[in-house]
């Protein structure tokens, strides 16, 4: 393996803005030892800064919304179309970049809902351990759980009105109870840890028992987690407007260019295929980067602050 | 015993081994040279962190993937082991040297049952070669008849978690002699266990290796273990040898300044109160110091220490030491 | 050594009678328990230190734990400074928890790695409201001192630290509040023997100065022989024997402390000649689930007689303050 030799030189006291910088080389020097995990994040990094800036890269803007130009639809991809255009003559390309954008906002509304909720009721039952609390929580939890997820979220967005607001709130609802149980978990085994015990014994209080000392020591699986759902909530998402239940016309999302796709199998194959790409790569790209997070997370041998 | 280092099976010499990590290459062996002769009993002895273990898996190459070895050789029978191609090494392993783990608990397979286990080890030795299975049981019930559990039969059909601590650690030194071998390398076998159980285990693992004539290198952090187990003791500071003598000859007669501040911090049963123990900490292996790696920590220390690395000189009969005060006084 | 053991008056903690069992499940329709304290009666007097010396499963641990308020007692009572708290400490004052901490074994486990030095010490400083807000830090940088640890430590995680310095800093958070009474629970046992030393003088040195009252919990009887002013020795969830270190290791009585005595690895001779001669180590402690009748040493007992196998002898005193739980002296 190509690692460059660095002499370490003797750290006295390191002022605040010196050690952070040392902690950020250090966590990307761990993040890159698995050069799939750049990989990753490259793709992560270009998915989201072409939906950030989606009106000044794409070549037809004005395509995403009400659209229609029946002279050049059907475009097989060429120099001016890269991925072809649809049945209605809109440029695949741009409408993918900007089904980034709903794609990638639901990702990350459902993860903003859902991640604390699903956080703070695995911190209470865990701290709560076998207590009726503990029960009740988990117990809820596990029939969340028990309900196959994709069912769940369609049985939700059905009832509501189908817009992505309410594709939103089935995917947040689905999406808790999987952080309930790891924080459950890991603050169970965290709450017999001899320095929560002194901390109780020292007298000090529930909130900072729950906030200061378990919580801490959570948070590296969260984040690892949160990482790779960023990719499952896109699939989610992209699986709800496949059946309709999304995003809806003309707003570009990516399950709903895939469904539309499929009635023109096989002749105009690029309105699925294109798509349906977006949606690996993307997924791929938050996975990698998933991984390159839990190794950065990960405590070695020979380690130091 | 007095051994000829002519007659040496294992012997490492000016090793290195240093492991690669963000913040450089932590510097960890800095030139060990270690022998142990034929039916010899050797400690050696050292503090956490001060490359005892590393030492030793450096020995049957079962270092981490971020470990190299930038210079140094061990030869095993006058053979590189370093420089052995791999079946060369297995024979070594399964034949030649065996090693009895720090963890009894850790060292066995929760899944499979003793026996099984114990028959792998034998199936795979050289003098399990061929045999039936009948045979192959045959050793095995012997072997642990040999670590004085009872009923073998039973033990044979267990799984580890049925066992208790100290007979784990029984069946781990029972894997180790179940065939022949000719060194065994144990690593603080059982240094989690009570005092009660480890003496039973230390005076199995003394009368057994007697018993066969193997060698032995026992690897401790207890200088009281190393008394009662061994012939001959290296002690090791921070990747260096830094004394060696026979076992007697060391207790009557220390001389390296850390080995003293080890004695002396060791609690005595006499009483007389706790000694002050040695100032500072084992220095950091990305950056040691120059010199003598001791130095920081030591009272002698003088200009010389600082800059020049002392290297381990005879001081009569065998004993070794290295630090120039010590040199210079005799 | 502070004070003689005699001249010692006020008790200041007091043990009754205490029982902690731990229910692990039901055989045949009975509930089965881990009897882990079995029926402890302890008195310690203000300004000793107590030696609690066990091997793992004698329930030396637990009998801390009951007392600090971690496992609620199941029978029996706790008396520290004439109040009765035999309640969890979830119901104490902080009056109590002010007075009555705890060091525990694993340095590791017992700092929070995700705060820095800073943050884990101000936790005591503000719940029981020592230091005012810009108070804080210089009231910090005093513990430091007191530990002798440099102010830049302040900043430090304790991942970075050594395993002696982070035992160092547990010794500041608990000695921050003032306390009147400390339990260490093996506060050096997964330390080196040089560092050890240090961390021994160290609270020795505070133990004098502040005036502490110590139960040192240990399995190191020869590390208790040079601090304890009086030694107890526990297994299987009972007391076997208790008196002034002196008689204790001059004439040791129980027949379980000559072994324990005679399986420690000492450096010298000196230590050899005080060793029980004759004593040779066997069996090992059984599950607190299945406590044999009688003694419940009796199964690992040289001097077995059929008593032992019936009746649990009670605690008597075979001498003045020497008091040993045993048929030989019945």
């Known amino acids: 393996m190509n690692i460059s030799v660095q002499s370490k030189q003797e750290v006295p006291a390191l002022s605040f803005s010196v050690r952070v910088k040392s902690g950020v080389k250090k966590n990307w020097y761990k993040f890159s030892r698995n050069k799939l995990s750049v990989v990753g994040l490259i793709i992560v990094l270009i998915i989201v800064f072409s939906a950030i800036f989606a009106p000044l890269i794409v070549p037809y803007p004005h395509h995403a919304g009400k659209f229609v130009d029946y002279a050049n639809a059907g475009t097989a991809p060429c120099a001016e179309y890269w991925f072809g255009t649809d049945n209605f003559g809109r440029d695949i390309f741009s409408r993918i970049i900007f089904a980034f954008r709903g794609a990638l906002y639901m990702a990350a509304l459902v993860l903003a809902i859902a991640v604390p909720i699903g956080v703070f009721l695995g911190l209470i039952a865990g701290y709560y351990q076998g207590t009726f609390l503990d029960t009740v929580i988990m117990r809820v939890t596990d029939i969340f759980l028990s309900v196959p997820p994709l069912l769940l979220a369609l049985a939700i967005a059905a009832v509501l009105k189908p817009n992505l607001t309410n594709a939103m709130i089935a995917v947040t609802v689905m999406w808790w109870p999987w952080y309930t149980r790891l924080v459950y978990g890991m603050a169970t085994s965290t709450r017999n840890e001899y320095f929560v015990k002194a901390s109780e014994l020292i007298g000090a209080g529930r909130l900072h028992i729950i906030f200061r000392e378990i919580l801490p020591n959570c948070l590296s699986p969260i984040f690892t987690k949160m990482a790779l759902d960023v990719g499952w909530v896109i699939l989610i998402g992209a699986s709800l407007s496949f059946v309709g239940l999304g995003e809806q016309p003309p707003t570009p999302a990516l399950g709903q260019m895939v469904s539309d796709g499929t009635r023109y199998m096989p002749d105009l194959w690029w309105m699925t295929v294109f798509p349906s790409l977006a949606i690996a790569v993307t997924i791929l790209g938050f996975n990698l980067m998933g991984d390159g997070i839990r190794d950065m997370m990960a405590k070695g041998e020979y380690d130091r602050e | 015993m007095i051994v000829n280092k002519n007659d040496s099976i294992l012997n490492i010499k000016d090793l290195h081994v240093h492991y690669r990590t963000y913040d450089g290459f932590a510097k960890v062996l800095d030139g060990v040279n270690l022998w142990v002769g034929k039916g010899e009993k050797v400690g050696l002895v050292g503090e956490a962190g001060c490359g005892k273990t590393t030492t030793m898996r450096t020995v049957l190459r079962i270092l981490p993937e971020n470990a190299v070895v930038p210079k140094g050789e061990i030869f095993y029978h006058g053979e590189d082991i370093l420089k052995m191609k791999p079946q060369k090494l297995n024979k070594v392993r399964t034949q030649g040297i065996s090693m009895i783990f720090q963890e009894p608990a850790a060292a066995l397979n929760p899944v499979f049952t003793i026996g099984t286990q114990m028959f792998d080890v034998i199936r795979y030795s050289d003098s399990g070669k061929g045999r039936s299975k009948e045979e192959i049981k045959e050793l095995a019930v012997k072997a642990i008849g040999e670590v004085y559990i009872p009923d073998p039969e039973r033990i044979l059909n267990s799984y580890p978690g049925q066992l208790s601590g100290g007979m784990k650690q029984r069946i781990c030194i029972a894997m180790a002699i179940v065939t022949e071998r000719e060194l065994l390398i144990a690593d603080e076998p059982g240094t989690s266990l009570d005092v009660t159980i480890l003496d039973q285990v230390h005076r199995l693992l003394r009368g057994l290796v007697e018993k066969k004539g193997m060698s032995l290198i026992m690897i401790t952090h207890s200088l009281g273990v190393a008394r009662e187990m061994t012939d001959r003791i290296y002690v090791m500071y921070a990747g260096n040898i830094v004394e060696t003598a026979e076992t007697k000859e060391l207790f009557k007669n220390p001389l390296h300044p850390y080995t003293l501040g080890l004695l002396e911090s060791v609690p005595r049963l006499t009483g007389g109160g706790v000694a002050e123990g040695i100032y500072g900490r084992i220095p950091d292996y990305f950056s040691p110091p120059k010199g003598c790696r001791f130095h920081p920590r030591c009272r002698l220390s003088e200009e010389k220490c600082r800059e020049e690395k002392p290297l381990l000189k005879d001081v009569g009969d065998g004993h070794q030491v290295a630090c120039f005060k010590v040199q210079g006084v005799i | ?330």
């Open chain 3, 1 to 330: 050594m502070s004070g003689d053991a005699l001249t010692l008056t006020e008790t200041i903690l007091e043990v009754q009678n205490l029982k902690t069992y731990f229910s692990v499940g039901k055989a045949e329709g009975k509930p089965l328990f881990v009897k882990a304290v079995d029926g402890v009666s302890l008195k310690v007097k203000r300004g000793e230190i107590m030696g609690l010396v066990g091997e793992s499963g004698s329930g030396k641990s637990t009998l801390a734990y009951t007392v600090m308020g971690m496992y609620p007692p199941t029978e029996g009572k706790i008396i520290f400074q004439g109040q009765d708290i035999s309640m969890p400490s979830a119901k104490r004052s902080l009056s109590i928890k002010k007075d009555l901490q705890i060091v525990f074994q694993d340095p590791g486990s017992s700092l929070n790695s995700r705060q820095n030095v800073r943050q884990i010490l101000e936790l005591p400083l503000r719940v029981h409201k020592i230091a005012s807000k810009n108070g804080l830090e210089e009231k910090i940088v005093q513990l430091l001192k007191m530990v002798e640890l440099p102010p830049n430590y302040m900043h430090k995680s304790p991942a970075s630290m050594g395993g002696g310095e982070r035992q160092m800093i547990s010794i500041a958070r608990a000695l921050a509040t003032d306390p009147q009474f400390v339990i260490l629970d093996e506060p050096t046992s997964a330390l080196d023997v040089s560092i050890q030393a240090k961390i021994i003088n160290m609270l020795l040195k505070l133990q004098e100065e502040k005036g502490l009252t110590y139960l040192f919990i240990t399995h190191d009887l020869s590390l208790m022989r040079n601090i304890a002013t009086r030694v107890a020795i526990m297994y299987l969830g009972k007391i076997c024997e208790t008196a002034p270190t002196e008689d204790f290791f001059q004439a040791p009585l129980h027949p379980y402390t000559r072994m324990l005595l005679s399986s420690i690895p000492v450096v010298s001779e000196e230590e050899e000649e005080l060793k029980p001669k004759k004593v040779v180590s066997t069996g090992e402690i059984p599950s607190p689930v299945n406590v044999p009748p009688g003694c419940s040493f009796h199964l690992r007992c040289p001097e077995k007689r059929e008593v032992c196998m019936e009746v649990d002898p009670e605690m008597v005193e075979a001498e003045p303050g020497h008091f040993v739980r045993c048929h030989l002296y019945g």
